[in-house]
C-alpha cells in the first residue's frame, strides 16, 4: 500500500501519468533517432573503408541527402513540441474537466512547507498543519503555492510534474491521487543550507479515513492530562517555543515556525530530517542545529526536568 518510491515513471494519479507518457514519448523518439544516426555512422564508416578515395565533391545526390535529413529532424522537433504543448494543455485544463473538490495551501519556508486546509463557510473548520498532506482517494485536488522567503518548488514525482513557489506571485496545480498509498515531495529548487531536508509527505487514503484525519485536524490541542504535562504546557509558554509556534487552544499562536497543535501525529520533524520519535523531539527541541545545521530554530538552554515535562506535553498533542 505504502510506496516510498519517488519516481515520476511510476504515477499514482492522471496528471502524473501524462507526464510519464510525455517522457516515453520522448525516450522513444529520441531512442530511434539515436539508433537511426548510429546505422548512418557505421554505414558511412564502412563505406569509407571500400572507397579509398574520398568523393568529396558536391553532387545531387548529397544535398538531396542534406535536405531530407534536415526536414526529417524538424519535422521530429515540431512533433516533440506538440506533444509537450499538448501535455501542457491537458495538465493545465485538468480542473475544467474534473474541478477541484478540496483546495490547500502550501506555504514555502526554509526549510520546510507550511499547509493550510481552509473552510470558507466555516472558517473555525480551518487548520494549518505542517510537511505532510492528506487527501482523499480518487478526488481532484487544488495545490495553491506561496512562498514566505525565498523561491522553492514543490515536486511530488507521482502525483504531478515540479511547480516554483515565487514570492510576490501564486502558482497552483492539481493532483489526483487513484492508489491509496503515502507519496514523498521535496523541494526541487535550491533554497539554501537545508535544501536537501525539505521534504513532505502526501497521504492518499478512502474519503473515511481522510474525514477522520480532517476532523482530528480540526479540534484544537487536547488538555493536559497528567502534571508531567501540565508542566510541560507551562515551559512551552515561558519557554521561547510560544514565540514562534502555535498550538491551537492555548495562548501561543505564532506562525513563524510549523503548528503544534497535532505535532504527535506527523510522522517526521524538521520536514523530514528525523523520525517522530521522543528521543528524537527531545535532542531537536535542546540543538536542531546538531540534525538540521541552519535551521530557524536556535539551541534551548532547558534544564532536564524541563525538557522531561516538554516533550511529554508535545507527545501527548495527538
Ligand atoms: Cu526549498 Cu529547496
Not at 507518457?21 to 523518439?29: A, D, E, N, Q
Not at 502558482?171 to 491509496?180: G, L, S, V
Request: charged letters at 15%.
Amino acid at each position: 500500500m505504502s510506496s516510498t518510491i519517488q519516481s515520476a515513471l511510476h504515477p499514482a494519479g492522471p496528471q502524473a501519468a501524462r507526464i510519464a507518457h510525455l517522457y516515453w514519448i520522448f525516450f522513444w523518439v529520441c531512442f530511434a533517432v539515436y539508433v537511426i544516426v548510429v546505422a548512418f555512422v557505421i554505414a558511412a564508416y564502412i563505406r569509407g573503408r571500400r572507397n579509398a578515395v574520398a568523393d568529396s565533391e558536391d553532387t545531387p545526390g548529397m544535398r538531396r541527402a542534406v535536405i531530407s535529413g534536415a526536414a526529417i529532424t524538424i519535422v521530429t522537433l515540431l512533433i516533440l513540441m506538440g506533444a509537450d504543448a499538448a501535455t501542457g494543455r491537458d495538465i493545465g485544463t485538468f480542473a475544467q474537466r474534473e474541478p477541484a473538490q478540496l483546495e490547500i495551501d502550501v506555504v514555502g519556508h526554509q526549510w520546510w512547507w507550511e499547509v493550510h486546509y481552509p473552510d470558507a463557510l466555516v472558517p473555525s473548520h480551518s487548520f494549518v498543519t505542517a510537511n505532510e498532506i492528506h487527501i482523499p482517494l480518487h478526488t481532484p485536488v487544488l495545490l495553491r503555492l506561496a512562498t514566505r522567503d525565498v523561491i522553492h518548488s514543490l515536486w511530488i514525482p507521482r502525483l504531478h510534474g515540479k511547480r516554483d513557489l515565487i514570492p510576490g506571485r501564486n502558482n497552483k496545480f492539481w493532483i489526483q491521487a487513484d492508489e491509496e498509498g503515502t507519496y514523498r515531495g521535496q523541494c526541487a529548487e535550491f533554497c539554501g543550507m537545508q535544501h536537501a531536508h525539505m521534504s513532505l509527505v502526501v497521504t492518499a487514503e478512502k474519503p473515511e479515513a481522510f474525514a477522520r484525519w480532517k476532523s482530528q485536524q480540526q479540534t484544537g490541542a487536547v488538555t493536559p492530562a497528567t502534571p508531567e504535562q501540565q508542566r510541560g504546557q507551562q515551559v512551552f509558554l515561558s519557554a521561547p517555543c510560544a514565540n514562534c509556534h502555535n498550538i491551537t487552544g492555548i495562548d501561543a499562536s505564532a506562525t513563524l515556525g510549523p503548528d503544534l497543535t497535532h505535532v504527535a501525529s506527523r510522522t517526521t520533524l524538521g520536514a523530514g530530517s528525523v523520525i517522530n520519535t521522543r528521543d528524537h523531539l527531545a535532542r531537536w527541541i535542546a540543538n536542531a542545529q546538531v540534525a538540521k545545521p541552519g535551521a530557524q530554530m536556535p539551541p534551548n538552554d532547558l534544564s532536564p526536568d524541563e525538557l522531561n515535562d516538554l516533550v511529554a506535553y508535545l507527545e501527548s498533542l495527538k
